[in-house]
T-cell receptor, first 114, second 111 residues
């Protein structure tokens, strides 16, 4: 499968625990986005990487959220001290360097905070 | 403020009954309008990108058009397998990398 992959696909955690999600973009895609999507809403921008550099982070993102993309390949999104309001689908998307803007999304990680 | 609004929120069609979905936007300097299809529990699947008013693109039963203020996704003779949520998004305004998505139109096509 040469698409964007995300792991785990589902995560159930208790309030206050830390969680980490991984995204593996399509090979050679140098641009990577993280989004959060709640039921009935469109994806909400969280952060953007170009290669290993994090170039933008949403102002809506609290300091409990952090993302990395070491070596410009896979990326991780960590949420510390989870809250029930963090329950959502977390989506990753990648873009070819030669593409203007077409984003290819992964299947998402569904987070449930109890 | 940059904004994307989709209508209707939900649409039920009989198989073969053509219709259109609307995406209106207010953004400073459009850098692309995107349509995606999303099935339940899955990530969005790319359909079309439009960059200029008057541009049109087609794929099977779907046709996307763009004006200066809105885009339409026309569905001709839909089939039950076209049932999904259709999302539109606008490309990042100048000075940001942030794409702005609408809330989607949930389409149900009945056999």
């Amino acid at each position: 499968d040469t698409g964007v992959s995300q792991n785990p696909r589902h995560k159930i955690t208790k309030r206050g625990q830390n969680v980490t999600f991984r995204c593996d973009p399509i090979s050679e895609h140098n641009r990577l986005y993280w989004y959060r999507q709640t039921l009935g809403q469109g994806p909400e921008f969280l952060t953007y990487f170009q290669n290993e550099a994090q170039l933008e982070k949403s102002r809506l993102l609290s300091d409990r959220f952090s993302a990395e993309r070491p070596k410009g390949s896979f990326s991780t999104l960590e949420i510390q001290r989870t809250e029930q309001g963090d329950s959502a689908m977390y989506l990753c998307a990648s873009v070819l360097p030669t593409s203007r803007d077409t984003q290819y999304f992964g299947p998402g990680t569904r987070l449930t905070v109890l | 403020e940059d904004q994307v609004t989709q209508s209707p929120e939900a649409l039920r069609l009989q198989e073969g009954e053509s219709s259109s979905l609307n995406c209106s936007y207010t953004v400073s300097g459009l850098r692309g309008l995107f349509w995606y299809r999303q099935d339940p529990g899955k990530g969005p699947e790319f359909l079309f990108t439009l960059y200029s008013a008057g541009e049109e693109k087609e794929k099977e039963r779907l046709k996307a058009t763009l004006t200066k203020k809105e885009s339409f996704l026309h569905i001709t003779a839909p089939k039950p397998e076209d049932s999904a949520t259709y999302l539109c998004a606008v490309g990042p305004p100048s000075g940001t990398y942030k794409y702005i998505f609408g809330t989607g139109t949930r389409l149900k096509v009945l056999a």
